[in-house]
């Protein structure tokens, strides 16, 4: 069969040489010469007519001497035959919606987010069949699900649309799988997602059939530029500090900001048009501006086995232990002034008083140093609130202390209240 096909071409590039130059048509090439489509999945899919894809093909390069079994037939004698040319494997653009067609049987997948799982056995695409796709750090992705707009997470042995963040296992990286095909690995162990029919488990090594993903392109997500909120929870661990002024895109809208004194930092910046994606902890600080362009404050970190001394926020007094109470009236750093730190879990510190050397404890309406323990109510949190300044909450109720002249009690539900929240720490 293969001496018959060189020999059919010698006779065509012969003949072509004996007349005026004109365009290769069908009428002088044997349709037998023109390899078929690829087929899908496997065995004949990288096969032409007569050689395998890694042969060389004789219609572009010509047949080199030693193998053409003593026909010579020169290169580019048929350049002008057109070879079919597979199509490009598929991605995933941020910024488009997109329907996904499962591996195992061909279905559209849906966000069944009700049921906890994606699944792929739909014969056509709906409301939860529509994916977003958004941008995620290093080249990964993020997919909103068509249900409730919520990320995608996957979570071992399902992939679940019920997320308001991007984080470690709401990104997914896209590797090319054939012809308008792809593979998605998810963001938990890094294991390929595979389509089992009545779920999605992100679980494989290598990538088969139920792995590979027809993607097919919807239209454009709508591009409305939006404060994004922060999600419940964000930037509520120990020794996290959360701002909401700060700009970090440059569009002159507010981004909620997180920083923490191991160095890490986060952003939701507005303004990408189609999701709220949080960039967690590796956001850059010194992008995000305040309205007066000042950057973010470095964190207060108050250093664990050190003496300090406190200065209210209420008439910039120090603070002294009484015995029966904490109060901030003094001009003066002297014994009764100076606390002591110990790291207490968490995130969190305890203080000994300088009177008795007994620890502090948030009674909630006073703060008294006289626990020969350390508890929970001896056991407070401190976050940095820019400008030197820190705001400190007790262990009783979660309430924010406050120097209220006569007294610190820890009775306050937020920060903002004012200067009577605040507390500037002095080491000794």
């Given at each position: 069969?293969?001496?018959?096909?060189?020999?059919?071409?010698?006779?065509?590039?012969?003949?072509?040489?004996?007349?005026?130059?004109?365009?290769?048509?069908?009428?002088?090439?044997?349709p037998n010469l023109i390899p078929d489509e690829p087929k899908e999945g496997g065995g004949d899919a990288d096969k032409f007519h007569g050689w395998e894809s890694e042969d060389v093909n004789p219609l572009e390069h010509g047949i080199p001497d030693g193998d053409n079994h003593g026909?010579?037939?020169?290169?580019?004698?048929?350049?002008?035959?057109?070879?079919?040319?597979?199509?490009?494997?598929?991605?995933?653009?941020?910024?488009?919606?997109?329907?996904?067609?499962?591996?195992?049987?061909?279905?559209?997948?849906?966000?069944?987010?009700?049921?906890?799982?994606?699944?792929?056995?739909r014969n056509a695409i709906g409301g939860w069949e529509r994916f977003t796709v958004v941008a995620g750090p290093n080249g990964k992705i993020g997919l909103k699900?068509?249900?409730?707009?919520?990320?995608?997470?996957?979570?071992?042995?399902?992939?679940?649309?019920?997320?308001?963040?991007?984080?470690?296992?709401?990104?997914?990286?896209?590797?090319?799988?054939?012809?308008?095909?792809?593979?998605?690995?998810?963001?938990?162990?890094?294991?390929?997602?595979?389509?089992?029919?009545?779920?999605?488990?992100?679980?494989?090594?290598?990538?088969?059939?139920?792995?590979?993903?027809?993607?097919?392109?919807?239209?454009?997500?709508?591009?409305?530029?939006?404060?994004?909120?922060?999600?419940?929870?964000?930037?509520?661990?120990?020794?996290?500090?959360?701002?909401?002024?700060?700009?970090?895109?440059?569009?002159?809208?507010?981004?909620?900001?997180?920083?923490?004194?191991?160095?890490?930092?986060?952003?939701?910046?507005?303004?990408?048009?189609?999701?709220?994606?949080?960039?967690?902890?590796?956001?850059?600080?010194?992008?995000?501006?305040?309205?007066?362009?000042?950057?973010?404050?470095?964190?207060?970190?108050?250093?664990?086995?050190?003496?300090?001394?406190?200065?209210?926020?209420?008439?910039?007094?120090?603070?002294?232990?009484?015995?029966?109470?904490?109060?901030?009236?003094?001009?003066?750093?002297?014994?009764?002034?100076?606390?002591?730190?110990?790291?207490?879990?968490?995130?969190?510190?305890?203080?000994?008083?300088?009177?008795?050397?007994?620890?502090?404890?948030?009674?909630?309406?006073?703060?008294?140093?006289?626990?020969?323990?350390?508890?929970?109510?001896?056991?407070?949190?401190?976050?940095?609130?820019?400008?030197?300044?820190?705001?400190?909450?007790?262990?009783?109720?979660?309430?924010?202390?406050?120097?209220?002249?006569?007294?610190?009690?820890?009775?306050?539900?937020?920060?903002?209240?004012?200067?009577?929240?605040?507390?500037?720490?002095?080491?000794?």
């Amino acid at each position: 069969m293969r001496l018959l096909a060189l020999a059919t071409l010698t006779a065509t590039a012969q003949a072509l040489q004996k007349e005026e130059p004109r365009p290769i048509t069908d009428a002088t090439v044997d349709p037998n010469l023109i390899p078929d489509e690829p087929k899908e999945g496997g065995g004949d899919a990288d096969k032409f007519h007569g050689w395998e894809s890694e042969d060389v093909n004789p219609l572009e390069h010509g047949i080199p001497d030693g193998d053409n079994h003593g026909i010579d037939i020169p290169k580019g004698d048929l350049k002008d035959v057109m070879i079919p040319v597979p199509k490009p494997p598929a991605t995933l653009k941020p910024g488009t919606i997109v329907a996904l067609k499962g591996g195992k049987h061909g279905k559209y997948c849906a966000d069944e987010n009700h049921n906890g799982r994606i699944i792929c056995n739909r014969n056509a695409i709906g409301g939860w069949e529509r994916f977003t796709v958004v941008a995620g750090p290093n080249g990964k992705i993020g997919l909103k699900g068509g249900r409730q707009g919520k990320f995608c997470a996957d979570e071992g042995n399902r992939i679940i649309c019920n997320r308001n963040w991007v984080r470690s296992w709401e990104q997914f990286t896209v590797v090319p799988a054939g012809p308008e095909r792809m593979a998605l690995k998810g963001g938990r162990h890094g294991k390929f997602c595979a389509d089992e029919g009545n779920t999605v488990k992100c679980n494989r090594n290598k990538v088969q059939g139920w792995e590979r993903f027809f993607v097919q392109v919807i239209g454009q997500a709508p591009k409305n530029v939006q404060a994004c909120p922060r999600p419940n929870g964000w930037c509520s661990h120990a020794g996290s500090q959360y701002w909401a002024h700060f700009d970090c895109n440059g569009d002159g809208i507010p981004d909620p900001y997180c920083q923490d004194p191991k160095g890490n930092v986060g952003t939701i910046p507005s303004g990408n048009g189609y999701s709220c994606p949080s960039i967690w902890p590796k956001a850059n600080r010194n992008a995000c501006k305040a309205p007066n362009g000042a950057v973010p404050p470095a964190p207060v970190v108050v250093p664990h086995n050190r003496w300090i001394a406190l200065r209210g926020g209420r008439a910039n007094k120090w603070c002294a232990d009484e015995g029966n109470r904490l109060i901030c009236n003094r001009g003066w750093i002297k014994g009764w002034e100076k606390f002591y730190t110990v790291h207490a879990g968490g995130g969190k510190i305890a203080l000994r008083g300088g009177k008795h050397n007994k620890w502090c404890a948030d009674e909630s309406n006073t703060v008294r140093c006289n626990r020969p323990w350390i508890k929970g109510w001896e056991k407070f949190f401190v976050q940095s609130l820019g400008g030197g300044r820190v705001g400190i909450r007790g262990g009783r109720a979660n309430g924010w202390c406050a120097d209220e002249g006569h007294r610190v009690v820890c009775n306050r539900g937020t920060t903002s209240e004012g200067r009577w929240v605040t507390f500037h720490v002095h080491l000794l």
